[in-house]
């Protein structure tokens, strides 16, 4: 299974999120693409099985612009995509807490609940991290047999 992931980040949170997915994937075999948004092409997502999209939520509960462009750019919603990213509760509470990731999972309908990380992967939070990439390989897998 090939998985590319793509992700915005300001703090670096979103970034440690992203690669701690992709060392979880590399260790279970899995062909992985790791991409930082807004830094060169955009890679084809129809070259991939599953396409993983991380965002931290921006001002007021918003999606970061340049994900915005990112989601523009591919021009269209591939099958097989899941959302992740990170934020604040200090920021507008639980209400506004990653709220750019509640709208791409939206926006792409997700069919895995997408992982919301307080601030940083660090600590408690990374196996939280392993396990929702793990259950969204079993997820992919079974939809792909079908």
Not at 27 to 37: G, P, S, T, V
Not at 47 to 73: C, H, Q, R
Request: glycine share 8%.
């Amino acid at each position: 299974m090939r998985v590319l992931i793509c992700y915005a980040s300001f703090s670096g949170n979103t970034k440690e999120t992203a690669e701690l997915i992709a060392e979880t994937l590399i260790k279970e075999k899995y062909d992985i693409k790791l991409y930082r948004i807004g830094t060169g092409k955009i890679p084809d997502p129809s070259l991939f099985d599953v396409m993983m999209i991380g965002s931290f939520t921006w001002a007021k509960g918003a999606t970061p612009n340049d994900v915005k462009d990112f989601v523009y750019e591919i021009g269209y919603k591939p099958p097989h995509v899941f959302v992740f990213g990170t934020g604040d509760t200090q920021f507008g509470g639980d209400y506004l807490f990653c709220n750019a990731v509640e709208k791409l999972a939206k926006f792409y309908n997700s069919t895995y609940e997408p992982l919301k990380i307080e601030q940083s992967p660090r600590g408690s939070q990374e196996s939280k991290v392993i396990a929702w990439t793990k259950g969204v390989i079993k997820q992919c897998q079974l939809s792909l047999k079908k």
